[in-house]
T-cell receptor, first 110, second 115 residues
Framework: TQLLEQSPQFLSIQEGENLTVYCNSSSVFSSLQWYRQEPGEGPVLLVT?????EVKKLKRLTFQFGDARKDSSLHITAAQPGDTGLYLCAGAHNNNDMRFGAGTRLTVKP | DAGVIQSPRHEVTEMGQEVTLRCKPISGHDYLFWYRQTMMRGLELLIY????????DSGMPEDRFSAKMPNASFSTLKIQPSEPRDSAVYFCASSGPWTGTHGYTFGSGTRLTVV
């Protein structure tokens, strides 16, 4: 059983569409991070959210941390083929031990 | 900085053989993590070190797995004897003291195939 549940598991969309992926848990986290992983490479950190209700934007990506710090969402506007990859969320109970969700595998078709 | 460096990138070995995976963390990072990634189980934390000392090895699957960090710039993960179910991508990651806010830097991984 995953501590962090990510949905959907797979998502395939056309270039230009919007999408939202979710990361949910029954646990409270001190912080939550989103990573993107491309084939043959390790995950790369996109953002860290710390405060309940926090919203962060990174160009076309919008990240939100739930008020209770148990869940998070990632919204991508006008998706591009370069957004294709595995999106992972990771939660920290203390400052150093991160646990990862299984990820959402996104494919953006030209 | 060259980032976290792992070697080899690919390893194919026969069941029963010893396998050693290597990792060089980012200079100045005092935390080092070993993860295993499979399609079925995702990213699993195996063990992590702080200042070269193992802090939590509860994720190590069994006694066939061992990890060492003899100094701040080098760590190994050893599997002896290897089994087909150990086939996975093994990642090393390092971080400074504020992992919860600054995150991990991952290496490119070692793809292990045990036949």
């Amino acid at each position: 059983t995953q501590l962090l549940e990510q949905s959907p598991q797979f998502l395939s969309i056309q270039e230009g569409e919007n999408l939202t992926v979710y990361c949910n848990s029954s646990s409270v986290f001190s912080s939550l991070q989103w990573y993107r992983q491309e084939p043959g490479e390790g995950p790369v950190l996109l953002v860290t959210v710390v405060t309940g209700g926090e919203v962060k934007k990174l160009k076309r990506l919008t990240f939100q941390f739930g008020d209770a710090r148990k869940d998070s969402s990632l919204h991508i506007t006008a998706a591009q083929p370069g957004d294709t990859g595995l999106y992972l969320c990771a939660g920290a109970h203390n400052n150093n031990d991160m646990r990862f969700g299984a990820g959402t595998r996104l494919t953006v078709k030209p | 900085d060259a980032g976290v460096i792992q070697s080899p990138r690919h390893e194919v070995t026969e069941m029963g053989q010893e396998v050693t995976l290597r990792c060089k963390p980012i200079s100045g990072h005092d935390y080092l993590f070993w993860y295993r990634q499979t399609m079925m189980r995702g990213l699993e934390l195996l063990i992590y070190f702080n200042n070269n000392v193992p802090i939590d090895d509860s994720g190590m699957p069994e006694d066939r797995f061992s990890a060492k960090m003899p100094n701040a710039s080098f760590s190994t993960l050893k599997i002896q004897p290897s089994e087909p179910r150990d086939s996975a991508v093994y990642f090393c990651a390092s971080s400074g003291p504020w992992t919860g806010t600054h995150g991990y830097t991952f290496g490119s991984g070692t793809r292990l195939t045990v036949v």
